[in-house]
């Protein structure tokens, strides 16, 4: 069965970090651009991120560069979302999300995906 699965989410404190992984079942990452994406309630969808299949450069949102990192292990399969000094807004239910294409734009969000995670969710709070 071909399909995203994401985990990691849980609850955190603001400032803390947590460490979200997206993994492939029943294909290949390797040539997929992978990018992440966060949905709260009542707020529309926001790009997060993205990390290139062709050489793992990335994009991210004005609103986490600085504290979230991507970073993809094409040998497990898998892409990874470090997120450091996590505010209350960050929480969200976060996907990930795969197309096939060697690089990222600025413009990732407003891309066609083809594959889509389920979600994890991610709560700040104190």
């Known amino acids: 069965q071909v399909q995203l699965v994401e985990s990691g989410g849980g609850l955190v404190q603001p400032g803390g970090s947590l460490t979200l992984s997206c993994a492939a079942a029943?294909?290949?990452?390797?040539?997929?651009?992978i990018s992440w994406f966060r949905k709260a309630p009542g707020k529309e969808r926001e790009g997060v991120g993205c990390?290139?299949?062709?050489?793992?450069?990335?994009y991210y949102a004005d609103f986490v560069k600085g504290r979230f990192t991507m970073s993809r292990d094409n040998a497990q399969n898998t892409v990874y979302l470090q997120m450091n000094s996590l505010e209350l807004e960050d929480g969200s239910v976060y996907y990930c999300?795969?197309?096939?294409?060697?690089?990222?734009?600025?413009?990732?969000?407003?891309?066609?995906?083809?594959?889509w995670g389920q979600g994890t969710q991610v709560t700040v709070s104190s």
């Open positions: 990390i290139s299949s062709s050489d793992g450069s990335t």
């Open positions: 029943g294909f290949s990452l390797d040539d997929y651009i």
């Open positions: 999300a795969a197309d096939m294409r060697p690089r990222c734009g600025v413009l990732f969000y407003r891309y066609s995906y083809e594959f």
